[in-house]
Structures are given as C-alpha cells and as structure tokens.
C-alpha cells in the first residue's frame, strides 16, 4: 500500500535533502527513523530535492508497505525518533500509481530576507544591508510569468532534461518594517533556480540592472549572463500542490 507522508525541516544542519554518502540528509534521517518503527527497510521517493541549508514547512514522500498502516499514532511514534529539526506531520493513504514528485501539480518556494540584525535569524533568513527598490523589483518579477525557458536561472552543468517551467505567481511581499518575502510557484523548479533569480532580481532592485537588461538576461539562456546564487538561509519550500484524485481519502488531503 502507498503513502504519502507530509513533513517539515530546518535544513541548517543537512547537506541537502537527498542521501548522499559521507554527508547528513534529511532523507537519510526519515529513512531511518521509519525503517526502524515498522522493522521493515523503506525507501522514500520525493517531490524533489533541496540543496544544503535550505528548508522544508512543506515536503512530501511516498513509500510503500506491505500492508494498511493506523497513520496517526505511526506519525506520533516517528516525530518522537526523529531529531529536533525535522517533524512529520500526517500520512494519508494514496493509489498505488501516485507519484510524490511526477504527480505534483505544483510547488510554491519562498526567500525572506530582512534589513536588520538579527541574532536569532542566523540560518533562517538572508540580511540584506541596504533596502532595495522593491516595487521595481515586482515589476520585474511579472515578467516571470511570461517565460517558458528559464537556463539563465539554472546551475550550470545540472541534469535537467529540460528548462521549461511555468511560474503561476511571483511576488514580493513586505512582512513587517524590516522583512520582506519573495513568493513563486510554479509547475516544477530547476536546480538553483530561485536563488538566482533573487540575485538577479536584486540587481535590479540595487539599480545596478534596468528591467530591459533582466528580460534580455531571460532570453540569453546563459546563467552567466545572471545575478549571483543567494545563500540558501532564506530559502524555503513552503507548499505542494497536488490532484485530488490520487487520494484514498480525499478529505485527508
């Protein structure tokens, strides 16, 4: 029976998502933790995959099992082995087709970054140390939406197979006098894609880039011609979005 388990992480401690060797991954935590609950190997396959110290308030996974599982106590059980910085948050049965990361309909990432010190905000958020035009930096955003081909915002030599996306929403948005929030969703993401359109967006808003030079970078399809990769303490995935009908259950959903 397959299950899509939900979960969240702080990803300051962890060299991405992904299992690799001689290196800490949150998968390798959850796998972990799982196999050693239901005395059984599993294999979690999922959504995607964030790079070192960038965080999760939402992932999800999907993994197999022999049979019909009680999710809430299992759920219980696993947060209690699991380490401080990552916590599940519920299992719901799925068909057995339905994929975490192919079925994802689409994902939404947020960077926050803040005008002040703050000692608390280590690892959470980027500090920038002189505000930016933002407002131009929103004008140059919505021309995000009207892009297909984003290799000018992909990490060189990565193993996309293609650099087609499509970005539903892209937005800054102010939280309080010193934080501010870049929102985008879009039906899939590329390798560095996010950070580096923070930097490039940044550019602009430091008036070290007019919104014509973004949209000729765009249609360069050379991630040369873009800003710099933000660090990834501002970076979250914060929502996945997927098709009612791959749930068992759809009211769990």
Not at 1 to 26: D, E, K, W
Not at 131 to 138: A, E, I, R, S, T
Not at 194 to 201: H, N, P, S, Y
Request: a neutral charge; hydrophobic letters at 40%.
């Amino acid at each position: 029976m397959r299950y899509f388990i939900y979960f969240s992480y702080c990803g300051t401690r962890y060299h991405g998502y992904q299992i690799q060797p001689n290196a800490l991954s949150v998968q390798e935590e959850m796998e972990r933790a799982l196999s050693t609950i239901l005395r059984l190997p599993v294999s979690l396959v999922a959504a995607g995959r964030t790079d070192t110290g960038v965080h999760a308030r939402m992932m999800v996974a999907h993994f197999d099992l022999p049979q019909e599982q009680e999710t809430t106590s299992l759920v219980a059980r696993l947060n209690s082995l699991l380490p401080p910085d990552i916590a599940a948050e519920k299992m719901v049965a799925v068909a057995d087709s339905a994929h975490a990361r192919f079925d994802a309909l689409s994902r939404t990432y947020e960077y926050r970054v803040t005008l002040r010190k703050e000692p608390f905000d280590i690892g959470q958020v980027t500090r920038l140390y002189k505000k930016p035009d933002f407002d131009l930096m929103n004008e140059a955003a919505q021309h995000l939406l009207k892009v297909r081909d984003f290799a000018s915002f992909c990490k060189a030599h990565s193993d996309n197979k293609t650099t087609i996306c499509n970005v539903h929403r892209a937005f800054w948005q102010q939280q309080d006098e010193a934080r501010w929030v870049f929102t985008i969703e879009a039906d899939r993401f590329l390798r560095n894609m996010v950070r580096a359109i923070v930097g490039t967006l940044l550019e602009v808003g430091r008036g070290r880039m007019s919104i014509e030079e973004f949209i000729d970078i765009i249609e360069k399809h050379d991630r040369r011609a873009a800003g710099e990769s933000m660090p990834p303490d501002g970076l979250y995935l914060t929502n996945i979005c997927y098709p009612t009908a791959i749930f068992l259950h759809p009211s769990t959903e």
